[in-house]
Nanobody, 120 residues
Framework: QVQVVESGGASVQPGGSLRLSCVVS????????MSWHRQAPGKQREAVAN??????????NYADAVKGRFTISRDNAKNTVYLQMNSLKPEDTAVYYC???????????WGQGTQVTVSS
């Protein structure tokens, strides 16, 4: 069973930065499309950023709300994907989830989430 574990969530002031990490177990990490999602209280879960490797080319997409402030990246040697979050706003407050998508076997694996709170 693939395990996905996020870390790095914290409470920060507006304008601050955080880096979230997500470690995925197993040997197939490099094949997975990775993405970050978030869910604020009372709201639906939404995609924040995704990173897919197609024919050795990385494809990255961001939600409009985070473009220019968040950066997704991966380190295949460490089975880890990161989300660098800068210029944080109170509306970024949410539980952030990492998803590993195995498009070969049509399966997705989610982590338990990490809380990010942006408040003065």
């Amino acid at each position: 069973q693939v395990q996905v574990v996020e870390s790095g969530g914290a409470s920060v002031q507006p304008g601050g930065s955080l880096r979230l990490s997500c470690v995925v177990s197993g040997s197939a990490f490099s094949r997975y499309a990775m993405s970050w999602h978030r869910q604020a209280p009372g709201k639906q879960r939404e995609a924040v950023a995704n990173l897919a490797d197609v024919d050795n080319t990385n494809y990255v997409n961001y939600a409009d709300a985070v473009k220019g402030r968040f950066t997704i990246s991966r380190d295949n040697a460490k089975n880890t994907v990161y989300l660098q979050m800068n210029s944080l706003k109170p509306e970024d407050t949410a539980v952030y989830y990492c998803k590993a998508r195995d498009n070969t076997h049509y399966q997705s694996y989610w982590g338990q989430g990490t809380q990010v709170t942006v408040s003065s």
